[in-house]
């Protein structure tokens, strides 16, 4: 009984040695740990990171990028604490992972540039989360005004926003979506125990989010399936169109209840598709694309309602033509580099949304005056 006893603990050790060396190396490695979400409920319906926590992300095999990140004290990703009873006056930027920024260290997305320019006569906060869609938006919207006292906002509008905003093609728990009649419909979330200490392993933690296993196993079980199409044609995309179109126009119908806010106190800040910016005959293909024209569906239906909108395709274009420059992080991750995080913070400085909140700021100089003087 001893030796079976003894072999049986032999065996279990040299099975379990291997996991625990392999553990201990990618430890020491900068494997992606960010903080979990917080439960999203009837009673905290607002999604939103867990609180005060540094830490590092990274991507890819080889952490092609790492950072530096910090929640903190209401989770959401930014250098500094938010408090609501400040009077200093306050401009919200809100997103989705544009605005999140993981990919640049902390104090360095265009919101916390914006904040840090002010010198303590305004604040900017960041309030987003990596896939919020439009519907996601009006959300934080209503959170901004409600808690911080929001005298302004900046949306971030990336071009996988629209038909994500709907419960018929997205339903990722956590966030808000449009049902079919416009109202907006909450799911749920609640991350389990088990996952709580699955997280834990800097293993797992790499196969999950350095090497994106899950989106990996996602896309193909959809291919599978055949519902990966490389190309959308036809009456699936005119419904589709159709259908994005819907949920652009319940997001501007809802905006101004849901912000309390007047239109001069909103900016839009439209994305593009960034391959599109370096290579004319992709631009030319993207402009007839699903993406293309719901980017420009919401462009000028903003506009049409009185809103600022920022094209950032009309900004990056001539400053690559000009010196080379790529906005993005890299080949493998097209989210802002710390050059376009300078640059949109640049522009949302120049908008009279902006320049209205913060007249005597004195960090936007001639661009701003010049901006001032066509309103």
Not at 62 to 80: C, L
Not at 119 to 128: A, I, P, Q, T
Not at 159 to 168: A, G, H, R
Request: glycine share 6%; hydrophobic share 40%.
């Amino acid at each position: 009984m001893r030796k079976l006893l003894s072999s049986a603990l032999v065996n279990l050790a040299l099975f379990v040695l291997p996991f625990v060396l392999l553990e201990g190396v990618f430890r020491l490695l900068p494997v992606s740990h960010l903080p979990h979400i917080l439960p999203v409920t009837r009673e905290a319906p607002v999604a939103r990171f867990q609180p005060d926590v540094e830490y590092r992300y990274s991507r890819d095999w080889n952490f092609s990028v790492t950072t530096r990140k910090r929640s903190n004290n209401y989770g959401f990703i930014h250098a500094s604490d938010y408090r609501p009873q400040e009077p200093a006056p306050l401009l919200a930027v809100i997103g989705d992972s544009l605005v999140e920024a993981q990919q640049v260290d902390a104090g360095k997305s265009a919101g916390e540039l914006l904040d840090a320019a002010l010198g303590g006569k305004g604040r900017v906060y960041n309030l987003g989360m990596s896939g919020a869609p439009l519907s996601q938006y009006l959300v934080y919207a209503q959170y901004a005004r409600q808690t911080f006292g929001a005298d302004a906002m900046a949306f971030v509008v990336a071009p996988n926003d629209f038909d994500e905003s709907l419960l018929k093609y997205k339903r990722d728990r956590r966030f808000h979506y449009f049902a079919d009649d416009g109202t907006l419909r909450r799911l749920d979330y609640q991350l389990s125990d088990t996952r709580k200490i699955l997280r834990q392993s800097a293993v797992l933690r790499f196969v999950m989010y350095n090497l994106e296993a899950g989106q990996r196993l996602e896309a193909l079980w959809k291919s599978m399936r055949g519902q990966l199409a490389s190309v959308e044609t036809g009456e699936a995309l005119e419904r589709r169109l159709a259908d994005s179109r819907r949920a652009v126009d319940y997001f501007l119908d809802q905006l101004p209840a849901k912000s309390g806010l007047g239109r001069e106190s909103i900016v839009f800040v439209v994305d593009p598709l960034r391959p599109a910016v370096y290579d004319e005959e992709t631009r030319a293909q993207a402009e007839q694309s699903y993406y293309g024209r719901m980017t420009r569906y919401f462009a000028q239906a903003a506009a049409a309602r009185g809103y600022e909108v920022i094209e950032l395709a009309r900004v990056f274009l001539p400053r690559h033509r000009r010196d080379g420059s790529r906005f993005e992080v890299g080949p493998s991750d097209s989210h802002w580099s710390p050059l376009g995080h300078r640059v949109v913070a640049g522009e949302i400085m120049k908008s009279g949304a902006f320049t209205r909140l913060f007249p005597d700021s004195g960090i936007c100089g001639v661009a701003c005056r010049r901006a001032r003087s066509r309103d």
